[in-house]
């Protein structure tokens, strides 16, 4: 169990600050505003987006507080459209650097994980306006007679929207409109590395890993669902998809050094030390800073939103007076 | 993996709040007040053991935001000793019922887990001050040929200080001045269960659980460390220390029916839960509050009381002026 030095263990605490970079430091600055969508938070918005929403005060209210999608607009069909016409307008002018990366694939926005759907938007738009995105993750790993616990990681592709080039879990995918946790998983599985269905049937769903990172793209409170996945030693995955460029197998100190390094992507790192502590490398006897890293792979983002405090006031009209 | 029913698991939620009563509505209420030691927030005071602080001037100083260890204490050394004074007296005069469980036994205070101790205390006097404390659980398990996973249960001795005759993991102990983590877990599984070394190769560190739980004792801000270990079939364990009424192995399914029963300590439900989570057996397609249950399973306690902008104002004078 002695695995690592005592050194890379000291990175792990500065990685988790890493990836949590707006928990621990934005989520308490002043310059966000609640976004507020029939009187429930679900997002939060900077100054710099808080700015081109003053330009649709049809579509959006925006208050010293708080700022909320109008109340007049009656259901999900109604308050997606006009959303979408927004996010198109701002894509077609190339306002925000994320809508160039935009998907034809499309996000629920919920108050709540387990909620109503109150509108959904195109995934590259989510994080304008800090909405909970989530996951599904499969950690790939062999039981090597030689090498001992293996892992496999994929190299994203180099044309790739986001995180182009970079070392990731060997199979990741976003829970989109219209599918389970468990069929992400399964159709990701197939999709990104082609593992056949044989092999699926040792998938095992294991938790999950929360955290709040930030970037210059916008806010990320993101929810990964992990699952293990133990694989034969002889498979190798293989891309179907266009979206990875090649796989390789690493032993978990190996793993852990690729984890460590800038060519890794900062926001799939959670789902590796996850792994790792709860198959025993990390440890509270070789990691100093155990309990923090354990608390920072599960920060409290189905409370975050939901402070009991606040109310917001509802006013079915149709332009709203704007304060900013 | 569709093993519950839907009813079992909406309780889980229930009890994910009920172990963290104070975490979720006392945290917030303001009666309760920072306890500093070194110019560093350690724990919490309710008000009444506040009202007793008022008695020892020499020992605490009341402020109207915090109370405080006085700082003219110059070391580890005086403050336990100060602090012992203190505790013994009100033991002795049947102050406060969690004295009455006096141990003989200590835990380090300290502002954050991996910083040096700051003083000592008995165990049964840290929930008067909020003190975090440290444990380490180990969940025994069976791979049974017809019943599948089952877990070793213990049923406390009806003569324990605390929680006598419940339910409870297969062994558990605090981390008491001295001894390590890894060791403690050793140390217990020896005393608690008989489990002889040959066995306890397979001792597995799988993370730890956080939580914030309250009661009429005190306040319970608490760590587990957990270990998972896999035991052969035949194997029984066997008290060696008094502690233990009887064992018994559950199949996965009635192991949480007897979690969810309230002959379960309410304090060592969140190591099964997470052990059930991390295997696979509580899933986010089989209970709906899924991320709130793992959140609540890692509640941000290395954190909680470490506000940066709070800054406590040490006056090393002997006796203080004490303000309520």
Known sequence: MALMDTEPMSRLLKLAKKFNCFYLSGLHASDCRAFVVDGQQVGLVRPNVMKELLSFPQVFQVQPEYVQLNPAFRDYAERSAKMEEVLKEWRDGGKFVTLRGWREECYEVRAHFNTQPLLKMDRSATCLFGIRNYGVDITGYVMDREKGLSIWLQKRSPTKQTWP?????????????????????????????????????????????????????????????????????????????????????LPVKECLERVLSPEFKTTSVPVVL???????????????????????????????????????????????????
Chains 1, 2 share one sequence.
């Open 274 to 324: 996850d792994f790792l502590i709860r198959h025993g490398y990390i440890t509270a006897e070789n990691e100093p800073n155990f309990i923090k890293i354990v608390e920072l792979l599960h920060v409290p983002l189905q409370t975050i939103y939901s402070q009991p405090q606040r109310k917001y006031k509802i006013e079915a009209n149709g332009e709203a007076n704007n304060s900013l």
């Open 165 to 249: 080039g970079y070392w990731d879990n060997m199979v990741g995918g976003g829970l989109s409109v219209g599918y389970g946790i468990h069929e992400t998983g399964i159709k990701e599985a197939g999709e990104e590395a082609s593992i056949p269905t044989k092999h699926l049937g040792k998938l095992k769903s294991a938790g999950c890993v929360s955290f709040f990172f930030e970037s210059e793209r916008g806010l990320f409170p993101n929810t990964e669902f992990v699952y293990d996945l133990e694989l034969p030693p002889d498979f190798v995955p293989c891309n179907g998809d266009g979206e990875v460029e090649t796989f390789e197998l």
